[in-house]
């Protein structure tokens, strides 16, 4: 069974950067797409950023790109998010998420069998 457990979340103001790590064990995960997620208060987890098992490509939603950096480090089991420039939208619980079949590269919730338990992101303005 993979576990995947995300850290780095706070509380931070607009303008500042974030990097959230997921790091996942029981597994290895270097095969699989790797992708973060979000949800805000009130609304649907939404697709924030994806990368391909070797980490060649990668996706973003429209809403962060050019912001946020999405990067994984095979040898350590573990991707990561780099958030900069943060808006108080971008305040929500960020999951990460792996892709149930390797070598696909995808953003739609429905290809993630395994998902962290989440970390808070907030920011003030």
């Known amino acids: 069974q993979v576990q995947l457990v995300e850290s780095g979340g706070g509380l931070v103001q607009a303008g500042d950067s974030l990097k959230l790590s997921c790091a996942a064990s029981g597994r290895t995960l270097g095969s699989n797409a790797m992708g973060w997620f979000r949800q805000a208060p009130g609304k649907e987890r939404e697709f924030v950023a994806a990368i391909s098992w070797e980490g060649g490509r990668t996706h973003y939603a429209d809403s962060v790109k050019g912001r946020f950096t999405i990067s994984r480090d095979n040898a350590k089991n573990t991707v990561y998010l780099q958030m900069n420039s943060l808006k108080p939208e971008d305040t929500a619980v960020y999951f990460c998420?792996?892709?149930?079949?390797?070598?696909?590269?995808?953003?739609?919730?429905?290809?993630?069998?395994?998902w962290g338990q989440g970390t808070q992101v907030t920011v003030s303005s």
């Open positions: 998420a792996a892709a149930l079949r390797p070598y696909g590269f995808y953003q739609e919730q429905v290809n993630y069998g395994f």
